[in-house]
């Protein structure tokens, strides 16, 4: 008993320091302080509307208890309460009352909605805010802000000027929609200027996909999920530039011996912090047989031991052909951007997928088609990853088998069946055979 209440004390006490963070002074967040036209307007809608809710709640609660207490059993009394069943006075009332609450909540949160969404005039700020896996990018598409190769990009931290009207363009890096591979919910607020808006790349494709006369999918497994008779198979485009690396570049570039077989580590473009601990401590094992290159993330790079067939660096882009051209085994995460320039390079894979994440749906395709040699990060040691690259180098007939099965998996000819399936699209909505037989017949 002494335990119970110790338990809902110490709840209770989370509960108010919760509230009293709440009503911290000069709180960044803080949308019941609106400081721009558009928070104004949802705090007009906001106020009246809990109020509302509010009311209704202290009503329907005070009934509750008040029946409670007043119909409880007591000594003596036997027999079911008076009943109200039939009253038809009491059921048209409670019927008409939420009917009138709902249009009264209604018109102006719809009036809101409108006027919310209607785009702004006069001196505006275009900016285009995209919305990556792990971090916001901020375009500034005005031709004012062009600065020669393109508009002028911020990442995490959002510029505007004191007074003058902004349009933010929310939008999901196309990557994470068009391949899944990084498809998350990006949230975006900011408490004081305008209310949450949710980027939801996953669910744009759930929604379009009934009206859309073509949709593309990357693996077979996919197929059952879309219209059968709209659905194609087409892999994933990757960069035309992947595909003419060269490989005395990379060696050249990087020191390493043009006779020692080359392992290629990577994390992805934000790098994997538990991959590169195992990768550091695995690399005085690995080097007895090849050079490592390892890639680490920007920001993720890690203590290593300092030896001639062992190079670290944060992110590569212009020199990553060449360094894939001339990996003899790369290990990665699971990304589907990383896993279909190394399938369509034919490249042997160890893939270590981001745990509870979309990467192990990826990775286990590619175990399915032998494709890839898949090893779970829970399970993951130094001599493990060390073994299991070794036996891949001293393979050459495994090393082919999941090359030729990766290729299989994903056409280097994505681009042009995407482009394909467009095409076809395009034809269907120009001329469609039943909607001239109906313009026909007027």
Known sequence: MRKLRTVRLAGAAAALALLLASCAENAPQDSLRPAGPYQEEIHRL??????????????VQGALVYFLYR??????????PPQVHGNTRLEIAWTIAPALILAFVAVPTVTTIFDLARRPSGDVLHVQVVGHQWWWEFRYTDPAYDTGQGPLTTANQLHVPVGRTVELTLTADPQDVLGAGNAVIHSFWAGRLFGKQDVVPGLANRLLAPVARRVTVTFRESLPRFPADRTVVTGNPVRPEVLHGDPSRAFARFGFETDVPLVVVTG??????????VVALATPRLVRSCSVLHLTGRGKSVTAPSLDRYRQ????????????????????????GTLTELAVLGKPMVLVPMPRSHQEANAAAFDRADAAVVLRQDQLTPDRLAETVERLLEDRDRRAALAANARRLMPDNAADLVADAVEEAAMAATFRPEEGRRRAGR
């Not at 906001?46 to 009503?59: G, K, M, N, S, T």
Request: charged share 20%; proline share 5%; net charge negative.
């Open 46 to 59: 906001f106020v009246p509307v809990f109020w509302v809710a509010a009311a209704i709640f202290f009503l």
């Open 71 to 80: 119909y409880r059993h007591r000594p003596g009394r036997e027999g079911v």
């Open 313 to 336: 660096v944060e992110f590569l882009v212009e020199e990553m052909p060449d360094v894939l051209a001339a990996a003899e085994v790369v290990v990665s995460r699971a990304g589907l």
């Open 268 to 277: 992805g473009g934000t790098g994997a912090a538990a991959l590169n601990e």
